[in-house]
């Protein structure tokens, strides 16, 4: 009797090589990205405001707050070095921020590509529906406002050993549509602020309803407490209060 072996190899069908998407890639990823960044323009508005509220305690003692600021990491770091790498670390973080919002709405808006004749309009926020304008004017008054009062370019005055006399002279009366332009942007910030608020307290557990209304609330008070801090400087120089 003979006996045959089938020694074929079994038929492996084609091998599909499938890439893995990198974690910060993923919505989860993107919109931790957004949190992180977020958190940090935050504590930087807050800090920055602080530090302008000071020119109400006169000249003097404002120069010497910006003279200080130039010379923080000195004589580790040569002198403004620790300011240009914050604004370096600030510039990556607003472009990492409007990229991973711009990608999570892209592809929020790919998750729904059939457009129905009589589609309910979204219940959302007024910042949340604004957030596209409202990127593009906070980044123009950012280039404008390092122009203006970093580098002294668009400046009147541009003395860099005169720091309270370059913030007199950018919202003197005369000069009111800078003022006007300055008072549109601080507004756009706090509406992003109040939405990115809401959205961070309501991720901390705030899920109820009366959770919500407590996180609606505090994230108000936070935009509007901070806006305010950053425009009562230039209509202070408006009205002649600071001069």
Known sequence: MHWTTDQTAPSVGPVVITKTRSPIRSNVGLKAVMAVTGILLALFLIVHMLGNLKIFTGETSFDHYAHWLRGIGTPLLPETWYLWIQRAVLTGAVVAHIVAATVLALRARAARPVKYAHRKKVNGSYAARTMRWGGVIILLFVIYHILDLTTGHLNPQGDPSN??????????????????????????????????????????????PKGERRARTAALVFAVALCAGYLVVPFAVLTGLVS
């Open 163 to 208: 720091p309270y006399g370059n913030v007199v002279a950018d919202f003197a009366p005369e000069r009111w549509y800078v003022t006007l332009f300055y008072t549109l942007a601080i507004v756009t910030v706090g509406f992003h602020l109040r939405h990115g608020a809401f959205s961070a307290f309501r991720s901390l557990g705030q899920q109820t």
